[in-house]
């Protein structure tokens, strides 16, 4: 039986977001980007989530409006603390210190 090739153009655009159906999967997700330490890759982990849950809806509870909550969120951006202190209320979840 002869294998057919794909081309990666070929491929579906991966969206994590339709995995992110519960508090567990998201704390796991979020964890393990922390542990990466690298802030645009966090915020663009909040994007993530936040698409999961419902742009509109995390807006509207962290009090910012949909577009700065997108501005705030992609992948090369570097959002406040506080902005993403209010994300993580707004989702459900909160960051923990933990000893290295």
């Known amino acids: 039986m002869k294998q057919r090739r794909v081309k990666t153009p070929e491929l579906p655009e991966f969206d994590v977001s339709k995995y992110l159906n519960d508090e567990a999967s998201i704390a796991e997700y979020l964890t393990m980007v922390i542990e990466e330490d690298d802030p645009a890759l ?3 982990t909040l994007g993530d989530i936040a698409k999961a849950r419902g742009m509109t809806d995390i807006a509207k509870s962290t009090g910012l409006t949909r577009e700065a909550l997108y501005k705030a969120l992609r992948a090369d951006a570097q959002p406040r603390f506080d902005t993403v202190s209010k994300v993580c209320a ?3 979840v909160k960051l923990v210190a933990e000893p290295a």
């Open 42 to 44: 966090l915020a663009a």
């Open 90 to 92: 707004a989702l459900g």
